[in-house]
């Protein structure tokens, strides 16, 4: 089903926004058991939206560019008045206040939130298995993970729950569920989307992203919810064009670099082959494809998981269990009472990123390891330019390997940090990243660009897109 084109039958009354929305719903009320992406649905309240936009149609009102249309919301952003928990039980029966900057900017084109989807706890962890609220299954094999942190929002697409979906990327949480589920996910330029509403995690890494299963729908959703807000200082003011209209499948002015630390070591050969298929068949309809170098990849996961713990542990210091979130019972003094909550309301994977984060910046070692970090980030940030001046964009894997067993890493923290070797580099120095299918659909090929170069590298997207159909 073509979302895009259903949005414009909506607009003209060919379609109605409630008909459209009953297909997603019966699908969840088919799928949902078995596959877990949802934390909270929002069916009744989204029944009352399709009506209202239904009415608003055929009284002869202009209606938004979402039209009526279903979104699935990632659970560490802020909806009004609908649960948010972060897949935290301290967050659990938390019903925020405000809405978040993406989802005020998506309910303004009649947009409607269907539900609320399943992650890692506070979006640590890279298979979705660390959530509360149980795991997620991976709708091509339900006995694997569906990647993670955005693992929820990337199976309900996969399994037909709704037409867009958004999810969030620290170090690759939109592009592994989207490489594992196969489907397409966008990690946008750093400040291109407000992060006003987003449960912060590693405030210089997180990034709002779209899970879809086309890249033009992705550019679409993109446009909605791109641009500078007042509520976040580190928003940028986007270049004035729809990237949507730029898509352009001609490649044959392009020079594609191809980053060797990309394909090293612990990087499955099925992947590499499947991914270099791709490359082949860029190079077929005419880019030039160069072997570029990144150096410092080889220090890129580690100084990444140090600066991310060190912004977690100060981030999450806020849930105290006093203003909102879990509390306790038990009469203690305030430094007993603080240490219990945060006790019973996080789960193991937090609690082990906060305790190392704090260590990190601890006196006496904030030189030694947040410090150090820093200066990783700044060499990979050169390598990154310098590969880039010398090609358009990058192309590579997303993931070092196909998605695994559920059960199968979860208590190897390690092996579950190195998944992400591939994409926290794009984090870490802000660009933006897609991650697309490839012919092998649980396989995904990440495309890496310039700051604001999201119309360049969809663009070079739908070429793999179209070519793996």
Not at 66 to 78: C, V
Not at 324 to 333: A, Q
Request: net charge negative.
């Amino acid at each position: 089903m073509n979302h895009i084109e259903s949005i414009l039958k909506i607009k003209k009354g060919e379609l109605s926004s409630l008909e459209y929305l009953e297909k997603f719903i019966d699908q969840i009320n088919k799928k949902e058991d078995e596959i877990n992406a949802f934390i909270t649905l929002n069916e009744e309240k989204a029944r009352e939206k399709a009506k209202e936009i239904d009415k608003k149609i055929n009284n002869g009102k202009e209606v938004g560019k979402l039209a009526g249309t279903p979104i699935a919301i990632k659970d560490s952003i802020i909806t009004k008045n609908l649960r948010t928990t972060c897949g935290s039980q301290m967050l659990k029966d938390f019903s925020p206040q405000y809405d978040a900057d993406v989802i005020k900017k998506i309910k303004k084109e009649d947009g409607i939130i269907i539900g609320k989807t399943n992650c890692d706890e506070f979006c640590m962890g890279t298979s979705t298995e660390t959530s509360y609220f149980g795991p997620t299954h991976n709708p091509i094999d339900h006995e694997k993970v569906p990647g993670g942190s955005s693992g929820g929002s990337a199976a309900a697409i996969k399994y037909g729950a709704s037409p867009f979906s958004l999810g969030s990327d620290t170090g690759g949480s939109v592009r592994c569920p989207a490489s594992f589920c196969g489907t397409v996910g966008l990690k946008p330029t750093y400040g291109s989307i407000s992060r006003y509403g987003l449960i912060a995690y590693a405030s210089s890494l997180d990034q709002i992203g779209t899970i879809t299963n086309t890249i033009e729908e992705s550019a679409y959703l993109f446009d909605v919810i791109k641009g500078k807000t007042k509520n976040d200082s580190t928003s940028l003011k986007y270049p004035d064009r729809d990237v949507y209209e730029e898509l352009d499948t001609d490649i044959s002015q392009k020079t594609i670099g191809v980053p060797q630390e990309f394909f090293g070591e612990g990087v499955d050969q099925e992947v590499n082959e499947e991914v270099k298929k791709s490359i082949k068949d860029l190079e077929d309809q005419g880019a030039k494809i160069k072997s570029v170098n990144i150096p410092s990849m080889e220090y890129a996961l580690a100084a990444y998981y140090l600066v991310a713990i060190g912004e977690a542990s100060s981030n999450l210091a806020r849930f105290d269990g006093v203003r909102y979130g879990h509390y306790s019972n038990k009469n203690k003094d305030w430094e007993d009472y603080f240490s219990e909550v945060r006790r019973e309301g996080f789960g193991k994977e937090v609690k082990r990123r906060i305790m190392l984060g704090t260590y990190a910046l601890s006196a006496g070692y904030y030189e030694k390891y947040y410090q150090k970090a820093l200066k990783i980030r700044t060499l990979l940030k050169n390598d990154f330019e310098r590969a880039l001046n010398e090609s358009d964009l990058l192309v590579a894997p997303t993931m070092p390997f196909k998605p695994f067993e559920l059960g199968e890493k979860i208590e190897d923290p390690l092996s579950l940090y190195f998944a992400d070797i591939l994409t926290v580099p794009i984090n870490m120095v802000g660009l933006p990243a897609l991650s697309v299918p490839s012919k092998e659909e649980d396989i995904g090929i990440q495309i890496i660009g310039e700051p604001f170069s999201e119309g360049e590298i969809l663009s070079t997207g739908k070429i793999i897109e179209e070519e793996n159909q």
